[in-house]
């Protein structure tokens, strides 16, 4: 008798363990969920965000990627409701992104938005691109570019740019007229220096097209003059090496001129010695 009962009681608490451990399952399952607050692109992109804090940097692409869509959507939104009124400006178009779909972000998430506008066969193109950061190595980014013709709003190509970065835009001068050459550029941070990265796009109708880059540049700060490219960097090794001894690590300069969509490596060499 007292067999059974014991047997019973073991089946009765091992069901209700079982039970409770559902519950508190589901339960964490929907704390992960995105669940905002308001129906506007600014709470999902907030409640996606928040979700970003609990992933691991190699498991929050398909995160990235929703915010990204409701980046992107907004905009065509934004335009499409402006049918009747001028084209908005790039100025106008990112103080709105960053109240209207950032606004809501809370510390320690951060948006940076960029914007540009270029004229493309009796419309012009609209670029959109925005570094969403929680720390100063977790941040994820996206570029889109629309067409703008007689008032009407289409995405014409988007990419990501370098992982861990922030990002800035350069219209470069391009020989095709059919062509955008776009240089993409961000500073990853992380260690005694930040480290540079440039990408170069074209754009010519369908897709931006990597055409050049350069990644983690130490030190690397960068100025572009009638298409040519000037890098200024450190050598990583070598600044760690000369600054353990107090010695002041030597500058260098590359100089890049335009070839073709891309670049050519024209010169290499010291600018700055102790």
Known sequence: MKRKQ??????????????GFALESDAAQNRNAPRPYLNSTASYVKAWAETLDRTHMTDALPMNHHIQELVFRYVEDYVAGKEDSPAPSPVELRRDL????????????????????????????LGVGYSLRWTDQNRFNGIGLFLIQEGKISRVASANFVPGTDLTFDILPARNPDQLLLLVS???????????????YSFEGDELK???????????KFRVDEGNLWITYLKEEEFIRETRYGRFPPRYEALYSPQGSGFSLESDEVVSTP
């Open 6 to 19: 014991w047997l019973r009681a073991l089946i009765l608490w091992t069901l209700f363990a079982s039970v």
């Open 186 to 200: 961000g500073i990853r941070k992380g260690k005694s220096h930040p480290r540079l990265s440039l990408m170069l």
């Open 210 to 220: 990597p055409q050049w880059e350069r990644q983690d540049i130490y030190g690397g």
């Open 98 to 125: 960053e109240t209207s779909v950032f606004g809501e972000l809370k510390w320690p998430f951060e948006a940076m938005v960029r914007t540009f506008a270029h004229p493309w066969k009796g419309g012009h193109l």
